[in-house]
């Protein structure tokens, strides 16, 4: 309906392929800028960028043409101008979609009158050229529309790009972001098909990586209310580190807005479409832009190109054929007014990185009718051949090729080309000039941990900062602590709080503390687990020292002791307290005093197994020994009576034979205790947190307690006998020291259980060597001492006639 939508730049030729771009702008104030606004106004402002993508599409045609890629077959172009207008792009693709010439009156044939298109350069224009064009199967080929939606197979069957969509995109802003430790940041996406799709998978992947979000603004192009709302937020936030997800049109309004507000020393995080944009270059710009990090199409240098567009196409053929278009029959091109408003621009020419893909577009198509028309290198290419751009569609799917910028061209399942980029950094050259400069570059077709290669030490942070800017919800929790999240709030929000003892974290940041294994303890600092301490009683302790003197006091008295009764052994006193157990006794006194040391030093298994049974043995042979004394007492006043034959009964055999029967009974049980479970060392682990007590482990216990019990029932027997003989002649009578040590044993060792239970550590084994020197000074005191005490220093007390009381 009405009149036909008419290309700008046409050449007739065997083959068609068709081209879509916004060559002129509806917006004054920028010759870059264009937009969306659905109207009809006349064009009025060239978009420069445009320009060069639709004469790059002629250069690729042109090449082809002259290099004889298809032999006999020419290829031509239909370029159709949409004027950054939604209506105009809806006009542009009926256009494309018109059977046959455009000015035939044959309008509306259903057979599309190109086999191909190259374009557009928005998302969201090439949406509604793909959707237009699907249904006729007519091939889309975009050199910049990155939206990942257009990557449906199912929705756009027949679209294809040069370009990497936004999910590697989007990912690799994530990892950029993770790169340099920024876990808190803000987004600001433009509101359209581009923006809202690379957001919402950067906001996953960011989610994925840890990233928290304060906020995610968006806005529209022709939402200036709203783009005031946006900034304020940005504004008012506390990241410092933004993700601008936006066209470069609404980048541009983005960025006039913030210079309005004075927001500066952010550091900005920005995509492709924006990164090298030339029209943000502003006298402002970098004072909000400075520092800027994100990705770029990675530059490609075609050859002959440059000339192409700044020679022969850019200033003659082109241009005066525009002229000639427009009523300007007798104009000179070269003084014509527009020309020279391009030629301001020729600069730029280096920075064309989407050139390239539209060059490789244009050979992808070329290839795949290559494969279509049958060529041979004699015989050229079948012209007979009618070719659908349902069979390109096809063909297109399985191109693979090289061009000569040395990139190989291929399509992956999605329609897109493998995902490169270079990382840009907006920085201020030393001429002053803003520089778009590379500082790596990011593949996606590598392993994870080789994508990135960035030479940090060339970014040049916002403000002219030295260091990496910072930008946390909370301040990193340093090695010792860990993270607490707060209620309510994201989880990069967080108090650091201490590791408990026995646990640490030796990361910056770190979720959770780890606990030590068993036999390690967390340091100071909670940073490092280090080997717990072993304690055990040692021979170097004070306490160790002390006992050790009382134990050498003890065995050296009880030897003079025996050296005294032995010099005096012919003595009255000595012959009546039954020399020989006497001696036997002072034996197993020093034995006991000395079996002390083996509870001293290092557990060992033999120590574990010798401290325990000596102690057994020689305290029973000890007590046996009294008992014998005890028995002799009672069966020598026993036998005074008349007509009483006692003594012949329990003489010196039979008190030699209780002795051993008494000390056989507690080796047995020694025996079987070793045999059945013995004691072994053991690592006490539980009693201490922060170190380890190296103990005897008691193995059967049982055991251990009928090895006491035993001592306990001797000591029992014979305090009863020697309070039985308590009230027998003074002069002569042992019964009642013997009552007084045994009364002194028992009160030790009854004190001994409860305090043995509950001493901890090295204590437990400083309470049984307490124990065993106290109940042995209370037998050497008081059976001993006084006797000792009358042979040295009362020599006349020590006659028969005292000792039996006659005097």
Known sequence: MGSPELPLLSKPGDVIIGGAFSIHSQVSQHPLLFTDKPTDMECSSVNLREFRFAQTMIFAIEEINQKGLLPNISIGYRIYDNCGSTLKSMRSVMGLMNGGAAESSDRCSGQASVHAVIGESESSSTVILSRTTGPFELPVISHSATCECLSNRKEYPSFFRTIASDLHQSRALAYLVKYFGWTWVGTVNSDSEYGNNGMAIFLAAAQEEG?????????????????????????????????????????????????????TGLQFIGVESWMTADSLITPTSFSVLGGALGFAVPKANITGHDSFLLREYWETDIMCRYARGN??????????????????????????????????????????????????????????????????????????????????????RTGAA????????????????????????????????????????????????????????????????????????????????????????????????????????????????????????????????????????GAGLTISAAILFFYHKDTPLVKANNSELSFLLLLSLSLCFLCSLTFIGRPSEWSCMLRHTAFGITFVLCISCVLGKTIVVLMAFRATLPGSNVMKWFGPVQQRLSVLAFTLVQVVICILWLTINPPVPFKNMSHYKEKIILECALGSAIGFWAVLGYIGLLALLCFVLAFLARKLPDNFNEAKFITFSMLIFCAVWITFIPAYVSSPGKFTVAVEIFAILASSYGLLFCIFVPKCHVIVFKPELNTKKFLMGKT
């Open 211 to 263: 990233i928290c979000v304060e906020y995610s603004e968006k806005f529209h192009r022709t939402e200036r209310e709203k783009l005031k709302k946006v900034v304020e937020v940005v504004r008012k936030g506390t990241a410092k580190v933004i993700i601008g997800f936006l066209s470069h049109v609404e980048m541009n309004e983005f960025l006039e807005e913030m210079s309005l507000q004075n927001v």
């Open 327 to 412: 009523g300007m029959e007798t104009a000179k091109c070269k003084d014509d007014h527009f020309l020279y408003e391009l030629k301001d621009h020729v600069e730029d020419v280096a920075e064309l990185r989407y050139s390239t893909n539209i060059y490789k577009a244009v050979y992808a198509v070329a290839h795949a009718l290559l494969s279509l028309l049958k060529c041979s290198e004699h015989q050229g290419c079948d012209k007979t051949v009618a070719i659908t751009p349902g069979q390109v569609v096809k063909s297109l799917k399985m191109v693979n090729f090289t061009i000569k910028t040395g990139d190989q061209v291929w399509f992956d």
């Open 418 to 553: 493998v995902a490169r980029y270079e990382v840009i950094n907006w920085q201020r050259g030393s001429n002053g000039l803003i520089e778009f400069k590379p500082v790596g570059h990011y593949d996606a077709s590598q392993p994870p941990g080789q994508r990135f290669v960035l030479q940090s030490e060339e970014i040049t942070w916002p403000e002219g900062k030295q260091q990496v800017p910072v930008s946390q919800c909370s301040e990193s929790c340093h090695p010792g602590t860990h993270k607490v999240l707060q209620k309510g709030r994201p989880v990069c929000c967080y108090d650091c709080s201490p590791c408990p003892e026995g646990e640490i974290s030796n990361r910056t940041d770190s979720n959770g503390c780890i606990k030590c294994p068993e036999e390690y303890w967390s340091n100071e600092n909670r940073t490092m687990c280090v080997i717990k301490s072993i304690e055990f009683l040692s021979f170097s302790d004070v306490m160790c020292k002390v006992l050790v003197f009382f134990t050498v006091l």
